[in-house]
């Protein structure tokens, strides 16, 4: 198992920003891809940012720019920041992980947080 777990999500302001964490234990980490998600009500859920096990890094398009996901291996952390932070990103957060697939389909990934928050008024 590799349990993950988020935290730093709250609510902010329009152009604000918020630094999401999840701390992952387990076995053989740094070689797992790892992913941010988000689900909005009554909306898919969708891939924000995504880290392979080499540091590669891939963002959808509308948070290019203005996100910046990274990994530390020693700590077994995922970080996404978030800057710039719109109305329309408000949603639930989910980190994933993966020992075999990276790509935007969230339905194969094996390992997910439990989710947090991130709420942006205008």
């Known amino acids: 198992q590799v349990p993950l777990v988020e935290s730093g999500g709250g609510s902010v302001q329009d152009g604000g920003s918020l630094r999401l964490s999840c701390a992952a234990s387990?076995?053989?980490?740094?070689?797992?891809?790892m992913g941010w998600f988000r689900q909005a009500p009554g909306k898919e859920r969708e891939g924000v940012a995504l880290i392979d096990s080499a540091g590669h890094t891939i963002y959808t398009n509308s948070v290019k720019g203005r996100f910046t996901i990274s990994k530390d291996n020693a700590k077994k952390t995922l970080d996404l920041q978030m800057n710039s932070l719109k109305p329309g990103d408000t949603a639930m957060y989910y980190c994933?992980?993966?020992?075999?697939?990276?790509?935007?389909?969230?339905?194969?990934?094996?390992?997910w947080g439990q989710g947090t928050q991130v709420t942006v008024s205008s």
């Open positions: 387990g076995y053989t980490y740094s070689d797992y891809c």
């Open positions: 994933a992980a993966d020992p075999h697939y990276c790509g935007w389909g969230w339905n194969y990934y094996d390992y």
